[in-house]
């Protein structure tokens, strides 16, 4: 089954701004390989990276959702993502030095909320593309790394930053893996 591209589909706006999502899932990557490659990583900046990490990716997002704003009906979902993720980044760079069951707070509220936006993008996307399920398992994956942070907030910042690494490493992937999937959707011939 395939759908027409044009309008204010969901998909048109992701697969016009694909690279942002590339870029971001990009970002993820790299935080988490940095984050593994440094164990002995002080708190401080952790709280720094992630901070970093939150507010370029919202930046990113929140651009792509203003550049689709006229003329594709779903860029409020984007935004939305965006300006949570520069708001967690703007709060957390702006004390860094909070304790460490503050930061999993952050991170675990940061984790649901977007994980939530995601879910219901990829049911958007859903009717817009067969088989669309990249965004929802981003979605999934933040979700799940919100609720164990919830469960188990006093763990130590080692294993902490190994839950984030492996968080952000998995997905940058699947963010990448979405970007292309919407760039070839968006290529595609509409039957």
Not at 95 to 101: E, M, S
């Amino acid at each position: 089954m395939a759908t027409s591209l044009a309008g204010g589909s969901l998909v048109g706006l992701l697969g016009r701004y694909w690279w942002v999502l590339l870029l971001r899932g990009l970002l993820a990557i790299g935080f988490g390989i940095l984050a593994y490659l440094s164990p002995g990583i002080t708190l401080a900046t952790l709280v720094i990276f992630f901070g970093a990490f939150a507010l370029v990716s919202g930046a990113f997002q929140t651009v792509a959702a203003i550049a689709g704003r006229r003329s594709h009906d779903h860029w409020w979902l984007l935004l939305l993502e965006g300006l949570l993720g520069i708001a967690l980044g703007v709060l957390t760079l702006r004390a860094p030095g909070i304790t460490a069951l503050v930061l999993v707070l952050y991170i675990a509220a940061w984790s649901l909320v977007t994980g939530a936006v995601q879910i219901v993008e990829a049911i958007r996307l859903r009717e817009e593309i067969e088989g669309e399920l990249w965004l929802a398992l981003s979605g999934l994956c933040s979700v799940g790394l919100g609720i164990l942070l919830m469960i188990a907030p006093g763990a130590g910042a080692l294993a902490l930053l190994w839950m984030i690494a492996a968080f952000a490493i998995v997905w940058g992937v699947l963010l990448i893996l979405l970007g292309f999937r919407v760039r070839g959707a968006t290529r595609a011939p509409a039957h």
